[in-house]
């Protein structure tokens, strides 16, 4: 599996940046909000309901998981853990 070297998360400007080796990959924290794969968004998802993610949802702490990172937003979510996999395919 293919983990990235770094995370910065820029709140200030509301955006994670994930390097992959020589590569840098910028996803802003309101795609990481509405893309979260917990199964109560994912089944959201799978039903047709479209989610407004306000974009001044900031992630306010990462929690390593080994396989990937735990997100904890701003509004309180927190149930999300996005795979290493999961995360490169959102940017």
Request: hydrophobic share 35%; with cysteine; net charge positive.
């Amino acid at each position: 599996m293919n983990t990235p070297s770094a995370l910065y998360n820029r709140r200030e400007c509301g955006e994670l940046r994930v390097q992959w080796g020589e590569a840098e990959q910028v996803i802003s924290h309101a795609r990481l909000r509405g893309a979260c794969p917990c199964s109560r968004c994912r089944a959201g998802r799978l039903k047709g309901a479209i989610s407004v993610v306000d974009e001044e949802v900031r992630v306010e702490r990462i929690e390593a998981q080994g396989y990937g990172v735990q997100l904890v937003f701003s509004d309180g979510h927190e149930r999300g853990i996005y795979p290493w996999s999961y995360l490169r395919g959102l940017g």
